[in-house]
């Protein structure tokens, strides 16, 4: 298992303190019953300025040392989430409840987009009222 100590991810990572502390805030965000932040409240928590809290994928969460370090730490989120999406392949649907499939797949995917540092959100969609 992979050490989640600010020191050690950045010397092994070659990042910047706060990006260090920023990987292992996202890697732990919501373990242990706790409230789920959002990346601009994790770039807060480490110190970033509300500024860079604004835009925390552009300019923390994508930065290639740190989508190296996070793909490392948080990997195996897409192999839990591919194993559950087959077992949900084969549940019969008539004997459970649809809402609880439906709310475990999409912790998952929403979590591995999160800790990957992919989109939680369809930022391309938009709806124009005429």
Do not use: H
């Amino acid at each position: 298992m992979l050490t989640l100590d600010p020191l050690v991810i950045q010397r092994k990572y070659n990042l910047k303190p706060k990006q260090a502390m920023a990987v292992v805030a996202l890697a732990e965000n919501g373990g242990g019953g706790k409230k789920v932040k959002t990346l601009g409240q994790i770039a807060r928590d480490v110190g970033y300025s509300e500024m860079v809290a604004l835009s925390p994928s552009a300019k923390v969460f994508d930065r290639p040392p740190v989508k190296i370090a996070l793909a490392a730490i948080c990997g195996g989120l897409d192999s839990v989430a591919n194993k559950i999406t087959q077992a949900l392949d084969k549940v019969d649907y008539s004997t459970r409840e649809p809402e609880k499939n439906a709310y475990v797949l999409d912790k998952v995917v929403k979590n591995r987009q999160l800790l990957s540092g992919g989109a939680t959100e369809n930022t391309e969609l938009v709806i124009r009222w005429e």
